[in-house]
Every structure is written in structure tokens, then in C-alpha cells.
């Protein structure tokens, strides 16, 4: 399969623990996003990678989100001090350097479920 | 500010039954138009993208076209497996700007 890939697709934690989740994006594919979703919700713009460089994170992101690339290649995204605020659908999405309309193309999503 | 409402927000229908999908936008210049298909518990799947006033695009029973205000997604002849949430986001061309502004999607229920 060539498509984004997320891990794990499912995470229950209790409030106040930390949690890690992984995207790989398409292999030839520089730019990538990650998003979170809630139930009858659009998704919500979290962060932005061009290449290794985080080029722009949303205002409504908390100090306890944080998300890194360090080779350019796959991403992670951290959650910190989980609170039941943060339970949602985060999803990864990448898009090539060619697009000059940006179609990102969305991975099957993480589900993030704080007791 | 730029915005993306979609109507209606669900929508059922008989096999067979015809359709359109309705995304109206405000943005500062535009400089894409998309639509996705989302099921449940899944990340959205990419159908098409619309640049300029007049584009038509097709992909099976869906067609999606593009005003200067809005954009249709019809349906022809739906059948059961096209019940989704159809998703509708733009870009706009404001500086170097990337991120997606999304409608909240209409959920589409086909009945056999």
C-alpha cells in the first residue's frame, strides 16, 4: 500500500498521560499535515511540514501539542498531559511539491480516547 | 474572514435518486476547491479539485462543478455504497498560505 499510514489506529489513555502518534506520508511526498477531527466536524488545521520544517502551526494548538519531522520523512505528534478535551480523530495528510493546489491526501486517521 | 458552509447537513435517498450537494464559500481569492468523501471512523478520501469559475469534473456517478460563490457535487443514479459524508474545503491564495478551510459535510444515506 502506497497511501499515508498512521499508528496506532486506536489509543485509549487516562487524563494526564502522554501520548505519541506516528504518520509516514507518501514516499514522494514533501509537504505534510496533521489535523483533528471531531464527531460532525470538519477537520481542524493542527500543523503544517515542508520537508523538516514546520512552516505553520494553528493558534488553537496548546503548548501540550507538539509535532516534529526530523528527516523530512515521517512525523510525529505529541500530546501531552491528555485531557478529555483532546479525545477526537487526528489525522495525517500529505501533498507533493508539484501540486500547485495542494490535494493532500489523508491517512486512515488515529482515534484518541481520554478517560 | 474566509468560510465554507455545505448544505444540507444530511440528506437520504432511494436508490436510483438523483441529487446535488451544495458547498458555498468565501474566501480571499480562491485557489482551489476540493471535495472529499469521508466514511465513518476514516480519513477523507480525495475526489476532486476545482481551480477556476465553469471547471466540471467527473468520477463515476459524481460530478462536481464551480461558480465564483459555490460548487455542486450532483449525484446520478446513487447507489447504497455512495452513502458517505461528502466533505467540501478551499484554499485560498492569500500569501503562502497551504491550510484547508472545511465545510462541516452533508452525510448522505443511500436506502436500497
Known amino acids: 500500500d502506497t497511501g499515508v499510514s498512521q499508528d496506532p489506529r486506536h489509543k485509549i489513555t487516562k487524563r494526564g498521560q502522554n501520548v505519541t502518534f506516528r504518520c509516514d506520508p507518501i514516499?514522494?511526498?514533501?509537504?505534510l499535515y496533521w489535523y483533528r477531527q471531531t464527531l460532525g466536524q470538519g477537520p481542524e488545521f493542527l500543523t503544517y511540514?515542508?520537508?523538516?520544517?514546520?512552516?505553520?502551526k494553528s493558534r488553537l494548538l496548546s503548548d501540550r501539542f507538539s509535532a516534529e519531522r526530523p528527516k523530512g520523512s515521517f512525523s510525529t505528534l505529541e500530546i501531552q498531559r491528555t485531557e478529555q478535551g483532546d479525545s477526537a480523530m487526528y489525522l495525517c495528510?500529505?501533498?507533493?511539491?508539484?501540486?500547485?493546489?495542494?490535494?493532500?491526501?489523508f491517512g486512515p486517521g488515529t482515534r484518541l480516547t481520554v478517560l | 474572514e474566509d468560510q465554507v458552509t455545505q448544505s444540507p447537513e444530511a440528506l437520504r435517498l432511494q436508490e436510483g435518486e438523483s441529487s446535488s450537494l451544495n458547498c458555498s464559500y468565501t474566501?480571499?481569492?480562491?485557489?482551489?476547491l476540493f471535495w472529499y468523501r469521508q466514511d465513518p471512523g476514516k480519513g477523507p478520501e480525495f475526489l476532486f479539485t476545482?481551480?477556476?469559475?465553469?471547471e466540471e469534473k467527473e468520477k463515476e456517478r459524481l460530478k462536481a462543478t464551480l461558480t465564483k460563490k459555490e460548487s455542486f457535487l450532483h449525484i446520478t443514479a446513487p447507489k447504497p455504497e455512495d452513502s458517505a459524508t461528502y466533505l467540501c474545503?478551499?484554499?485560498?491564495?492569500?500569501?503562502?498560505?497551504?491550510?484547508?478551510?472545511w465545510g462541516l459535510g452533508t452525510s448522505l444515506a443511500v436506502n436500497p
Open positions: 495528510a500529505s501533498s507533493p511539491i508539484t501540486s500547485a493546489y495542494n490535494e493532500q491526501f
Open positions: 514516499s514522494e511526498h514533501n509537504r
Open positions: 511540514f515542508q520537508n523538516e520544517a514546520q512552516l505553520e
Open positions: 474566501v480571499s481569492g480562491l485557489r482551489g
Open positions: 476545482l481551480y477556476s469559475a465553469g
Open positions: 474545503a478551499v484554499r485560498s491564495n492569500a500569501g503562502n498560505n497551504r491550510k484547508l478551510i
